[in-house]
T-cell receptor, first 112, second 114 residues
Framework: DAGITQSPRHKVTETGTPVTLRCHQT?????MYWYRQDPGHGLRLIHY???????DKGEVSDGYSVSRSKTEDFLLTLESATSSQTSVYFC???????????FGPGTRLTVL | QQQVKQSPQSLIVQKGGISIINCAYE??????FPWYQQFPGKGPALLIA?????SEKKEGRFTISFNKSAKQFSLHIMDSQPGDSATYFC?????????????FGSGTQLTVLP
């Protein structure tokens, strides 16, 4: 898992509640990414970060925000969860000088 | 708008057979094409990757064929084994500032029968 941990690994929440997912890495990688995986859609990029406090939107960013206050942690927040945000969320990093992204173990989120 | 189209959605192959998964892309800004393998409950893991200046890349039983003019690429798994049963994703990558953006295909669920 390229030294990536994600927490929690599973979460069930109710519509309208805030949710924060955490991605943690220990190798000081500069680039970090959040994806969601849904059947029939593969993985889709939500947000990414290219350094502390430097983030940008991906393909499906509506309803999500991110923060990166230190190199090792990239947080994904659902301000008010909806059932359409039920998904498996993956964090990824780029190794230095590489175009390849390596993925964490994922967080399964269910919004009732 | 699906920028990377993958087929088939599912594939059943006998042990020892050849598995072939196809992908097509539209955006000529893509410059790196990885394939990922995913087992249930796990994150995607890089299997093999190619750049558009190469027409074929082989690593063990896995081969990528790349056709730049047709904007198509495919994964061939030779001598398929039951342990290869997994979901396979093609992807295409492009620069976004200094970061990289990956666009995935929709996935192919491969089952290799013993």
């Amino acid at each position: 898992d390229a030294g990536i941990t994600q927490s929690p690994r599973h979460k069930v929440t109710e519509t309208g509640t805030p949710v924060t997912l955490r991605c943690h890495q220990t190798e000081n990688h500069r680039y970090m990414y959040w994806y969601r995986q849904d059947p029939g859609h593969g993985l889709r990029l939500i947000h990414y970060s290219y350094g502390v406090k430097d983030t940008d939107k991906g393909e499906v960013s509506d309803g999500y925000s991110v923060s990166r206050s230190k190199t090792e942690d990239f947080l994904l927040t659902l301000e008010s969860a909806t059932s359409s945000q039920t998904s498996v969320y993956f964090c990824a990093i780029n190794l230095p000088g590489s175009d390849t992204q390596y993925f964490g173990p994922g967080t399964r989120l269910t919004v009732l | 708008q699906q920028q990377v189209k993958q087929s088939p959605q599912s594939l059943i192959v006998q042990k020892g057979g050849i598995s072939i998964i196809n992908c097509a892309y539209e955006n000529t800004a893509f410059d790196y094409f990885p394939w990922y393998q995913q087992f249930p409950g796990k994150g995607p893991a890089l299997l093999i990757a190619i750049r558009p200046d190469v027409s074929e890349k082989k690593e063990g039983r896995f081969t990528i064929s790349f056709n730049k003019s047709a904007k198509q690429f495919s994964l061939h798994i030779m001598d398929s084994q039951p342990g290869d049963s997994a979901t396979y994703f093609c992807a295409a990558s492009k620069s976004s500032g200094s970061a990289r953006q990956l666009t995935f295909g929709s996935g192919t669920q491969l089952t290799v029968l013993p």
